[in-house]
């Protein structure tokens, strides 16, 4: 006797996918070719308050020398020098750029 063959498993969906993705995609192609297919849109919404200058700034700033007594930069003491650069952000998009920059303030 033979073991039981195994059920097919259903393809699973990309994490993020809708499932009307792969149809969309080939209708942009149709009508509008490769490039259109490859790329999207731009999507509505606020525009990013960080811009990449910004996160430049940050992340070169925190990569210097902490200010005279204090032994590292806190978010706070960053926050403080990027408001007197003219840079206005809160703690928390300080506290994110150092976290995508995999930054180590000390």
């Known amino acids: 006797m033979q073991p039981p063959r195994p059920r ?3 393809h699973r969906r990309p994490a993020g996918r ?4 792969r149809v969309n ?3 942009r192609y149709r009508q509008q070719g490769l490039a259109a297919a490859l790329t999207e849109k731009p999507r509505s919404g606020q525009p990013r308050k960080v811009t990449a200058a910004v996160e430049a700034t940050i992340t070169s700033l925190a990569c210097t020398d902490a ?3 204090a032994s590292r930069w806190s978010i706070r003491l960053l926050r ?8 206005a952000v809160g703690e928390e998009s300080v506290r994110q750029v150092l976290k995508k920059a995999s930054s180590n303030p000390g």
């Open 18 to 21: 809708e499932p009307g993705h």
């Open 25 to 27: 995609v080939r209708r």
């Open 67 to 69: 200010p005279h007594g």
């Open 80 to 87: 403080g020098r990027l408001i007197e650069l003219g840079v």
């Open 8 to 10: 097919a498993r259903r």
